[in-house]
């Protein structure tokens, strides 16, 4: 009799460690989904950020490769004036 209740007893414990280990692991993986989904927006974020210095300097670029068009044709123009 002492055995079988010491084996009961063994059970319970061995389903509230099992219990506890479980909640355990829920929060963890609560965490771990909060911290994906931040860290998923943050790359967005950044990404986007990205993207828009790239317009940026292509536009600049775009900018001044015309500037240096027209000085290249103003100067032949000149060149050809005299």
Known sequence: ???SEAF???????EKSCESMRNR???SSKALDERSS???SSTNQTLQHFEE??????????????RMKSLI???SESKAEK
């Open 38 to 40: 931040s860290i998923q």
């Open 25 to 27: 692991l829920n929060e």
């Open 53 to 66: 210095k790239v317009v940026e300097s292509k536009n600049a670029i775009s900018h001044l490769v015309l």
């Open 73 to 75: 044709t103003n100067l």
């Open 8 to 14: 009961v007893k063994g059970e319970v414990e061995m």
């Open 1 to 3: 009799r002492g055995s």
